[in-house]
């Protein structure tokens, strides 16, 4: 089984912790190797995760389009791009890193962004699971990665404005039209119970919650003190309600 889950949100709202979250958890349950994707152009997943990238797709891009007239005879495009594609993944224990970065900047990149759409298609087949950090807008993942997401958890807190922002979430994939098979609703950093505008904002989305993540001091204290999640302790709340979590979709993965 191969499994692909995009994450997306309000910044903010923890999206970037709970994809970390839920990279630590599949891997306890044996889902390795996993390919994490840092779909967002403010990239900090790899850092909660303890793995650095030193190079970004966008770079790689950019980096193709001034040589694409360059190349060696006989040095077919997609050859060269999917070399450089594979000199992009960071190996870390159980997961690798691929990072997108930043838009593209001046030029055409129709024929680039095609080839790489391609074999990043291919490169996710080769993982047991991939999970895809996004930005809010969604349109990163629709132009580049997404064609076969299995599943899409939307993450808000309860604040009434991100749980607005979470149902726009929510409508852009059915503009964009993207091939996403299941969605759900995360709740993320609760403190208390949510107020009854918050339960009429998550009623007027639609989408079922999945997951109520709850704030966990042991998380605020080790992102201040930069260290991965890989270091939190097995009794953190949340990473015990991401962990339920991923239960409930390898359950419904199984199902379908």
Same mark, same amino acid.
């Given at each position: 089984?191969?499994?692909?889950?995009?994450?997306?949100?309000?910044?903010?709202?923890?999206?970037?912790?709970?994809?970390?979250?839920? @990279?630590?958890?599949?891997?306890?349950?044996?889902?390795?190797?996993?390919?994490?994707?840092?779909?967002?152009?403010?990239?900090?997943?790899?850092?909660?995760?303890?793995?650095?990238?030193?190079?970004?797709?966008?770079?790689?891009?950019?980096?193709?389009?001034?040589?694409?007239?360059?190349?060696?005879?006989?040095?077919?495009?997609?050859?060269?791009?999917?070399?450089?594609?594979?000199?992009?993944?960071?190996?870390?224990?159980?997961?690798?890193?691929?990072?997108?970065?930043?838009?593209?900047?001046?030029? %055409?990149? %129709?024929?680039?962004?095609?080839?790489?759409?391609?074999?990043?298609?291919?490169?996710?087949?080769?993982?047991? %699971?991939?999970?895809?950090?996004?930005?809010?807008?969604?349109?990163? *993942?629709?132009?580049?990665?997404?064609?076969?997401?299995?599943?899409?958890? @939307?993450?808000?807190?309860?604040?009434?404005?991100? *749980?607005?922002?979470?149902?726009?979430?929510?409508?852009?994939?059915?503009?964009?039209?993207?091939?996403?098979?299941?969605?759900? *609703?995360? *709740?993320?950093?609760?403190?208390?119970?949510?107020?009854?505008?918050?339960?009429?904002?998550?009623?007027?989305?639609?989408?079922?919650?999945?997951?109520?993540?709850?704030?966990?001091?042991?998380?605020?204290?080790?992102?201040?003190?930069?260290?991965?999640?890989?270091?939190?302790?097995?009794?953190?709340?949340?990473?015990?309600?991401?962990?339920?979590?991923?239960?409930?979709?390898?359950?419904?993965?199984?199902?379908?």
């Amino acid at each position: 089984m191969s499994l692909t889950i995009a994450v997306a949100g309000k910044g903010g709202t923890g999206k970037t912790t709970v994809s970390s979250l839920m @990279v630590r958890a599949l891997l306890a349950r044996g889902m390795a190797p996993l390919l994490a994707v840092d779909a967002d152009p403010n990239s900090n997943l790899g850092e909660t995760l303890g793995v650095e990238a030193s190079r970004s797709i966008g770079r790689l891009q950019a980096e193709t389009l001034k040589q694409i007239h360059d190349l060696p005879a006989g040095v077919p495009l997609g050859r060269h791009l999917e070399y450089e594609l594979h000199q992009a993944i960071e190996e870390g224990e159980g997961v690798d890193l691929l990072v997108m970065g930043h838009g593209e900047g001046p030029g %055409c990149y %129709c024929a680039v962004n095609h080839i790489l759409r391609k074999y990043l298609e291919t490169l996710r087949s080769a993982y047991r %699971c991939t999970i895809l950090d996004n930005e809010a807008g969604l349109e990163h *993942l629709s132009r580049r990665v997404s064609s076969g997401i299995d599943v899409l958890l @939307v993450v808000s807190d309860g604040n009434p404005a991100a *749980l607005r922002a979470a149902g726009r979430i929510d409508r852009m994939v059915d503009d964009l039209e993207l091939a996403i098979r299941r969605r759900f *609703l995360v *709740l993320n950093g609760l403190t208390d119970g949510l107020t009854p505008r918050a339960e009429e904002e998550i009623a007027a989305i639609g989408l079922a919650v999945v997951g109520r993540v709850p704030h966990d001091p042991m998380i605020t204290e080790m992102n201040g003190a930069g260290r991965p999640i890989g270091e939190l302790p097995a009794e953190s709340a949340a990473l015990r309600e991401v962990s339920r979590l991923v239960d409930k979709l390898l359950e419904k993965e199984d199902r379908a």
